[in-house]
């Protein structure tokens, strides 16, 4: 035991630098194994459906993952004629509203609209 | 920073992709395996077309390998200048330029999609050490091909749980990283101990053993 010690003790004495990055990189490996972990948890736990609907997105976007035609969306949103690329945080700019409005329309809509998952993921 | 780059992503497309993934590869923090994801979901919805999305990532990341390459190509006579004065450091960065030039293929693919954190670093460490242009190109193609394929196709892929997805991809590419760099100051670490057992040897003194 001691003689690994004693071998530590003369890198650290004449590498500092190059031990003080491994410690750095191996705490780093361990922050990151921990967050994998959660996420892989948050994965498996997933409600069956879809992601939430984030700003970025396009109608389209939408419509696809909620298996929903983009036409029945726009008009819920009351956007009859849009530009079918426009995200909707352009969309709710163009009707002058905070996009959460227009998402929380959204998901009314869908809660009532999207068709049903067989069964919740993971199972 | 990555909300606006998604936003406009449906009205640039491949052309904002092939901007992303060069930057990326000269270590620039640029979202870019996060807007890949999204580019193959906007391409299952009918926004972008999947093959234009792939070619533009495609051709960034190539065009921001070959720019990282030859910038560290500047830097080769500063590495031979560190080479020449002789020493156990210098014998050290022969010993590692020698190797990246000889299995640095290998750095270059890997560091491509496995571990692409460390990517802008090999292309500028290989440009430094003199690899040789032809092993780096095919490494990179091969390298960045794999990447776009995996995380287009994610996207395209499981395009309705991009929000689940990306923490997890994102998470895990950083332990592959932080994995990779441990491993390689390990090493240096083992052979700079070895370097102090053979010093003590040859000065007659009791080498310290790591066993």
């Keep these: 035991m001691a003689k690994p010690l004693a071998a530590l003790h003369r890198l650290w004495v004449h590498h500092k630098p190059t031990v003080i990055m491994m410690v750095a990189a191996i705490a780093a490996a361990v922050f990151f194994a921990v967050q994998v972990n959660d996420r892989g948890r948050d994965w498996r736990d997933r409600p069956a459906e879809a992601a939430p609907i984030e700003p970025w997105m396009t109608v389209r976007f939408v419509a696809r993952s909620y298996l929903v035609r983009p036409a029945l969306i726009s008009d819920a949103i009351g956007a009859e004629k849009i530009r079918w690329k426009l995200s909707l945080e352009e969309l709710a700019a163009l009707q002058g509203r905070p996009v959460d409005d227009l998402i929380a329309d959204l998901e009314a809509f869908l809660a009532e609209h999207r068709p049903p998952r067989h069964e919740p993921r993971g199972q | ?211």
């Design chain 2, 1 to 211: 920073m990555t909300e606006t780059l998604l936003t406009i992503l449906p009205d640039y497309g491949a052309y904002l992709l092939l901007l992303v993934t060069l930057l990326s590869c000269l270590a620039m923090p640029i979202p870019a395996s996060v807007m890949m994801i999204a580019a193959g979901g906007f391409a299952m919805a009918g926004d972008l077309t999947l093959w234009h999305v792939a070619l533009g990532a495609l051709v960034g990341a190539i065009l921001g390998d070959q720019l990282g390459f030859h910038i560290g190509r500047l830097g080769t006579g500063h590495v031979e200048r560190m080479e020449a004065k002789g020493g156990k450091q210098a014998y050290a960065l022969r010993k590692a330029t020698e190797f990246t030039r000889q299995r640095g293929i290998w750095a270059v693919f890997f560091s491509r999609w496995l571990v692409s954190p460390l990517g802008p670093y090999v292309n500028f460490t290989a440009g430094a050490a003199k690899m040789g242009w032809i092993a780096f190109t095919l490494g990179s193609i091969a390298g960045e091909a794999a990447w776009v394929a995996i995380y287009v196709g994610m996207g395209a892929g499981a395009m309705d749980q991009v929000a689940y997805l990306w923490p997890l991809v994102r998470d895990g590419i950083g332990f592959n990283a932080a994995v990779a760099v441990a491993v390689l100051l390990g090493l240096r670490l083992w052979h700079l101990h070895r370097a102090h057992q053979k010093q003590a040897a040859s000065k007659g003194e009791n080498p310290v053993k790591a066993e």
